[in-house]
């Protein structure tokens, strides 16, 4: 195991690159790369950093040099001989050949694209464009970057013992969370923590540490690289980003109300099983479920990443009910702001009405709140969000109106086509 107070105190940069591979990235971000490889791939896509917690001025804590150094860095991975066999070989969800030989040809050639990074009132404006295949695997990496440089830059101004002391904290309040959740009955859990964690070494410290702590309780994780050498399950299925893709490429109203169900059929044709899990909320769950047509309510589950989550269980199984299906076959999976206490709360309210599971997030990889004077380690909302496809901009509304995004005359405009009325405000955690 790692010691990793000393890795910090003694930081070279080129043991501890932040992004290590380019599999050091969610699951879901591949499988949905595929996806759009096959069914889009010359479509032009802007990425773009969005900040949500503007009182973080990241321009004022990150070096600009070390932003660009990770960057680079990264731009110049590609795929080990190693990462190429665990994907082309490796049985996922009970499937071998996941990835097709054509994507795996295409991702061994694979460099990301060029960024842009300017400075603008105290943040960083990091944009990505290009092909759609190619610009989406920044995401990840891109946020890690952020995250890890932010904890960095804090941890800088630290003594050796005091890292020592800090990560004994750390790990101590971690272990005190896995010992409160071996309580909880038939616990499906997993480690979602990539995008906003609090570094590398930490990330793959937590996974071990669940492993140990919860035995088969904890079922994998969305990190690639950590499942590869961890020899455990890779975890994920699709986000937002699909249907927000796939609606700014619709040419009229009538298109934009088919087009989050366009996506799902093409997912359809890909995957079976476990990877068949409905993420309705881009644009409101109640709308998208009352209009769904009778296909989708067999798929395996739903994934709720807004809103009062039980509230989007509730409605989960009452639409499973009036479509003729038995929600106790059904998988739920929670996977908005997750904490100890949430999850075992919605364990007993759901237990024995709905198979449950959940993917922990940052507060399993990046809970350092009260560990440092001035919290300046707890963690922040740092999104990397797709704005435009082909020139047209994207939307996205969400279960809770703070998550939203896009243009203001076209958010109203697919409020209008979705039937949206008035939403709950829910303070975005992280």
Request: glycine share 8%; charged share 25%.
């Amino acid at each position: 195991m790692v010691d990793i107070a000393t890795r910090v105190w003694n930081h070279k940069w080129k043991i501890d690159p932040i992004v290590r591979s380019l599999i050091d990235t969610d699951f879901y971000k591949l499988l949905m790369c595929q996806s759009v490889f096959r069914n889009h791939p010359d479509t032009e896509v802007t990425f773009s950093l969005i900040n949500r917690t503007t009182s973080i001025r990241l321009a004022e804590l990150i070096d600009e040099g070390e932003l660009r150094e990770q960057l680079d860095h990264i731009r110049s991975l590609s795929l080990s001989r190693g990462e190429s066999t665990w994907m082309r070989g490796n049985t996922f969800y009970g499937k071998r050949q996941m990835f097709t030989p054509e994507f795996m040809d295409w991702f061994e050639a694979l460099r990301l694209p060029p960024y842009e990074l300017e400075k603008k009132d105290g943040q960083y404006e990091l944009t990505f464009r290009g092909r759609w295949p190619e610009v989406m695997l920044w995401e990840i990496p891109a946020l890690a970057v952020l995250m890890e440089l932010r904890s960095r830059r804090v941890l800088a101004g630290m003594g050796r013992f005091e890292l020592q002391v800090l990560y004994a904290r750390a790990m101590t309040k971690l272990w005190e969370k896995v010992e409160r959740l071996r309580e909880v009955p038939d616990l499906r859990l997993a480690d979602f923590g990539t995008r906003r964690r609090h570094s590398f070494l930490w990330q793959d410290w937590c996974v071990q540490a669940m492993q140990e702590g919860l035995g088969a309780s904890f079922t994998g994780t969305s990190n690639c690289l950590i499942a590869m050498n961890r020899d455990l399950e890779a975890i994920g299925t699709n986000a937002h980003e699909l249907p927000m893709v796939y609606s700014a490429l619709a040419r009229s109203d009538e298109e934009l109300a088919r087009a989050p169900y366009e996506v799902l059929a093409d997912w359809h044709e890909e995957h079976d099983g476990n990877l068949r899990i409905i993420l309705p909320d881009t644009y409101g769950t109640p709308g998208f479920l009352e209009r769904a047509p009778d296909w989708l309510a067999g798929w395996t589950g739903i994934r709720i990443d807004s809103g009062d989550p039980a509230e989007g269980a509730e409605t989960a199984i009452r639409w499973w009910q009036g479509r003729g299906e038995d929600p106790r076959t059904k998988l739920v999976i929670f996977s908005d702001g997750l904490d100890v206490e949430k999850i075992v709360q919605l364990s007993a309210q759901f237990r024995g009405r709905v198979r449950v599971s959940f993917g922990w997030g940052t507060l399993l990889t990046n809970d350092f709140r009260g560990l440092v004077p001035g919290d300046g380690l707890a963690p922040f909302s740092l999104v990397c969000k797709a704005v435009s496809a082909d020139g047209r901009p994207t939307v996205k509304l969400s279960d809770n109106p703070e998550k939203a995004m896009g243009p203001a005359e076209e958010v109203a405009r697919y409020k209008r086509v979705f039937g949206v009325g008035e939403q709950q405000r829910r303070a975005v955690v992280v």
